[in-house]
């Protein structure tokens, strides 16, 4: 179904000349008390012309007042969501009316995606400066001017993706869809899925990532064959390349079923994104969780055991007392050993990650009892930028030796 908003005011011939040119089946009358009256003139007008329309009319009460008639277009268009007509399908036309009118109705609809129209004509009353001429009028239809209002949405979502706001970003261009062309939302739909993609990458969702980053790509790809703003093609780009270390940590994990150094990493990379949110103790636990990683590797490749099952005869002989003592479960009959406890059997059995990590043991006390201490942990202390950024450096400087990922960012 095609569908209308017209403005109504002054005279009703340009009014007619835009409804029997666009022919819709719907139409919201947009008029003040003064041109009600011309309603039912267009109507019967048109009538004639062989074309039947339903109708439903808002009236402005203050033809001047711009807050009132912004409103009053809001309703206009309200009306125009209940009958569910596509945005692509409906014309605005804001060819009568007050100036406030107009400019209201303009205001009010010119984010949604609808074509504007307007009335002018090849001549005018009062030397070309009063209303046009019957019979001399001209229709001019416009697109959308949305590829303008967009600008601005396209910077937030910059911005959202820039501080990995997924969600924020992804609800945002999901609003839009509706007004862009049909190229534009194939490509939409695309970067959505690779939002979507991010958004499970950051939730440490990995299995979901690869699925939806495979997909994105996959539509971005079929885009680029055809038309695609360079900021889009950029952006691809350097997906493509995060898609690549993706696969690889799914295969060196066994589909991210088993640990391995690539998941470490990913903690130390995932803690920085959250540190750059201002957000330290989420940031500081990943580290933590990212040392705790470090120690099973390296305990299991050791020993072959999970530090969550410590085989006693695979301890040096002289902590193997204090272990059970200390660490054996009375109802499970496991020796489950902790994070310090794990690096410090290594260290004892000459392993260079336990040796590391008592290198800093002082150091590296102070700043996990205060990651102990956090809301997050064991405590009711905020964890500082200080601790992140001390306990970061000492991580990626004993344990991490490959590049981190970086998500890239889309510079609309």
């Not at 009600?36 to 439903?56: F, M, R, T, Y």
């Not at 150094?261 to 500081?284: M, S």
Request: proline share 3%; charged share 25%; net charge neutral.
């Amino acid at each position: 179904m095609k569908a209308m908003i017209v403005s109504i005011g002054g005279s009703p011939e340009p009014i007619v000349k835009t409804l029997l040119e666009h022919k819709p089946s719907f139409v919201c009358f947009f008029a003040s008390q003064q041109s009600i009256d011309l309603i039912g003139q267009v109507k019967e007008s048109i009538k004639q012309g062989g074309l039947k329309i339903d109708n439903h009319i808002v009236i402005c009460d203050d033809i001047n007042d711009l807050v009132h008639c912004y409103e009053k277009a809001i309703t206009c268009k309200d009306i125009l969501d209940r009958q569910k007509v596509n945005a692509q399908d409906v014309v605005v036309d804001y060819t009568g009316g007050t100036k406030t009118m107009t400019a209201a109705l303009t205001l009010a609809t010119v984010g949604h995606g609808y074509r504007f129209s307007y009335v002018g004509g090849t001549e005018r009353t009062k030397n070309g400066l009063g209303i046009v001429v019957s019979g001399t009028e001209l229709i001019k239809t416009g697109v959308s001017p949305w590829q303008i209002f967009a600008v601005e949405e396209k910077k937030r979502i910059s911005q959202f993706i820039a501080s990995f706001q997924f969600e924020a970003a992804i609800t945002v261009m999901q609003q839009c869809l509706n007004n862009l062309s049909p190229v534009d939302e194939e490509i939409w739909n695309g970067l959505i899925e690779i939002l979507k993609g991010y958004r499970a990458w950051d939730n440490f969702e990995h299995k979901l990532a690869v699925r939806n980053l495979s997909q994105g790509l996959k539509v971005l790809s079929v885009c680029e064959k055809f038309t695609i703003a360079k900021p889009v093609c950029a952006y691809t780009s350097e997906v493509r390349e995060n898609f690549a270390i993706l696969e690889d940590m799914s295969r060196k994990t066994a589909f991210f079923k088993k640990l391995h150094p690539v998941l470490v990493a990913d903690l130390v990379a995932n803690a920085q994104r959250r540190a750059l949110q201002n957000k330290y103790d989420d940031a500081t636990a990943r580290l933590y969780r990212a040392l705790e990683m470090v120690g099973q590797i390296s305990f299991e490749e050791k020993t072959g055991c999970l530090t969550s099952d410590v085989k006693i005869e695979k301890l040096p002989e002289h902590i193997r007392q204090e272990y059970i003592n200390r660490y054996q479960s009375t109802e499970e009959q496991k020796i489950k050993i902790p994070l310090f406890a794990a690096f410090r059997a290594l260290k004892e059995m000459n392993h260079q990650v336990g040796i590391k990590f008592f290198a800093y043991e002082d150091f590296l006390t102070k700043i996990l009892s205060a990651r102990n201490s956090s809301i997050l942990a064991h405590g009711l202390e905020p964890v500082k930028n200080e601790t992140y950024d001390k306990l970061n450096k000492i991580v990626q400087n004993l344990f991490i030796s490959e590049s981190l990922v970086e998500f890239p960012q889309l510079k609309w």
